[in-house]
T-cell receptor
Framework: SQQGEEDPQALSIQEGENATMNCSYK?????LQWYRQNSGRGLVHLILIRSNEREKHSGRLRVTLDTSKKSSSLLITASRAADTASYFCAPAGFQKLVFGTGTRLLVSP | GAGVSQTPSNKVTEKGKYVELRCDPI?????LYWYRQSLGQGPEFLIY????????DSGLPNDRFFAVRPEGSVSTLKIQRTERGDSAVYLC????????????FGPGTRLTVL
């Protein structure tokens, strides 16, 4: 399996600040995906970065990938209260996705 | 439909009973996944379908759990002789082709076994 491990486990910031969360994994991947989950229900796909990419942007999201270090980071700029959620990384290859416990982000107004 | 749907949204049952959870994936998605999630944990993989067949059922915890996808679209997760430890949110997801693709999740079914 190819489990992603998110760090930190919890992050508390003020609105307008940036939030950075990290992901480490152990196996070779084809791509790495980030998901958000609100209130313990369905996950929402945020962004996918392929193994031959180093950085990708989507709106206020910036994802980096370092395959030599087997790590990725997700940066949320100018955070909003609505960004409060759990964030999971999912390294994707030819085996089942194994989600870690996620980073719980709390953005206070 | 526009997204993945799951029914029921909540299910309360008694220990020992049989339950069925349904998932309607996005039309045209050949891959379908079942996960379960306990409080404070990430989704735990259960089973992956490619079309009608279970391509990977290594996450099913024991033989009380079974899933089908007879026509390659709707899937049913079946749990026999439910136990209190089966209480969790059961999530279904689908993707266009395979495991490397973006997965679209349903809202989940919250199962409570009393």
């Amino acid at each position: 399996s190819q489990q992603g491990e998110e760090d930190p486990q919890a992050l508390s910031i003020q609105e307008g600040e940036n939030a950075t969360m990290n992901c480490s994994y152990k196996t070779s991947i084809n791509n790495l995906q980030w998901y958000r989950q609100n209130s313990g229900r369905g996950l929402v796909h945020l962004i996918l970065i392929r193994s031959n990419e180093r950085e990708k942007h989507s709106g206020r999201l910036r994802v980096t990938l370092d395959t030599s270090k087997k790590s990725s980071s997700l940066l949320i700029t100018a955070s909003r209260a609505a960004d409060t959620a759990s964030y999971f990384c999912a390294p994707a290859g030819f085996q089942k996705l194994v989600f870690g416990t996620g980073t719980r982000l709390l953005v206070s107004p | 439909g526009a997204g993945v749907s799951q029914t029921p949204s909540n299910k309360v049952t008694e220990k020992g009973k049989y339950v069925e959870l349904r998932c309607d994936p996005i039309s045209g998605h050949t891959a379908l996944y079942w996960y379960r999630q306990s409080l404070g944990q990430g989704p735990e993989f259960l089973i992956y379908f490619q079309g009608t067949g279970a391509a990977d059922d290594s996450g099913l915890p024991n033989d009380r759990f079974f899933a089908v996808r007879p026509e390659g679209s709707v899937s049913t997760l079946k749990i026999q002789r439910t136990e209190r430890g089966d209480s969790a949110v059961y999530l279904c997801a689908s993707s266009l082709a395979g495991r490397q693709d973006e997965q679209f999740f349903g809202p989940g079914t919250r199962l409570t076994v009393l």
